[in-house]
């Protein structure tokens, strides 16, 4: 059989924000099931490449793409249906406060995925029972709590079926004692095999199920790899200082 390639591909991103360079030049490759922690400094780039992975922002130059085919995002109807394969969570949830958490999650399935209010329905309480929710479909995001409403964004984005999803700091919007609940449900998938990119400075996770680690300064990948290495015996210098900040037994939170 022919290897797989990898699923995601992005190749050469560079975004620049007035004479700022914030990204520059980054390549990384994503396989099947693979979990890669995006990790650094605040202002490292880690929102910018993961909004220029789904072209939220443009990038200056390179390309992504998805399958082996590159994402032509010029092309409205084939961003669309890339958005539906690479979903993106965001650090402050992002749902419409009018709607409940079963229309947060149906919206997209009617409007962009065209399927009828019935099949819609059902799906999203599928969705949102999957990410143990199913109790709480009636309630406004303001009647939820932040672990809560980040779990409905989760299911929103699982219900358009992704290959690939993008998470932004997924928990560091949230108190404490909600972490565990959000992290609890991006272990399931990660156990499934969805295939993810996480920002995340929740390190005993990474350290755990990321496939690697990547660490990013000033808009570069520094080093990358598997968490023991990269979390305790990295190459480069900065690699090590930063990683020994976040695992210190003060800087890390499970
Ligand atoms: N919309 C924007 N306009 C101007 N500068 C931006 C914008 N978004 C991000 N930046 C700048 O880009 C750099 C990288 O930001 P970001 O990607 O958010 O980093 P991180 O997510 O690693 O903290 C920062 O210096 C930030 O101020
Ligand atoms: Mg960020």
């Known amino acids: 059989m022919a290897e797989k390639g990898p699923v995601l591909r992005v190749e050469g991103l560079s975004k620049q924000y007035g004479t700022r360079q914030v990204l520059r030049s980054v390549t990384l490759s994503v396989n099947e099931g693979d979990l890669k922690v995006l990790i650094g400094p605040s202002g490292a780039g880690k929102s910018t490449l993961l909004q220029c992975i789904n072209f939220l922002v443009l ?16 092309r409205r109807r084939e961003l669309c249906a890339y958005r539906q394969k690479v979903g993106m969570i965001f650090q402050d949830f992002n749902l419409f406060d ?7 999650v ?4 009617t409007r962009v995925r065209s399927m009828k209010k019935g099949a819609a329905r059902e ?3 599928m969705e949102l029972e999957r990410v143990g929710l199913g109790e709480h479909a009636g309630k406004y995001p303001a009647q939820l709590s932040g672990g809560q409403k ?9 219900a358009m079926d992704p290959k690939v999803m993008l998470l932004d700091e997924p928990t560091s919007a949230l ?6 609940e959000v992290l609890s449900v991006i272990r399931n998938l990660v156990s499934e095999g969805m295939t993810m990119i996480i920002a995340t400075h929740q390190i005993g996770f ?8 990547i660490f990013m300064e000033d808009g570069a990948i520094v080093e990358q790899g598997p968490p023991a290495k990269i979390l305790t015996r990295a190459d480069c210098e900065r690699t090590r200082e930063f ?8 800087g890390e939170s499970r």
């Open 59 to 74: 990038p200056d130059k390179g390309q992504v793409f998805l399958d082996g085919r590159e994402i032509l995002h010029t």
């Open 98 to 104: 009018h709607l409940t958490a079963l229309g947060n």
């Open 106 to 109: 149906e919206i997209g399935l």
């Open 123 to 125: 799906r999203a309480v």
């Open 150 to 158: 980040q779990r409905v964004s989760i299911a929103r984005a699982l």
């Open 175 to 180: 108190d404490p004692e909600l972490i565990t």
């Open 206 to 213: 990474a350290g755990d199920l990321a496939n690697e680690i």
């Open 243 to 250: 990683c020994s900040k976040i695992t210190s037994p003060y």
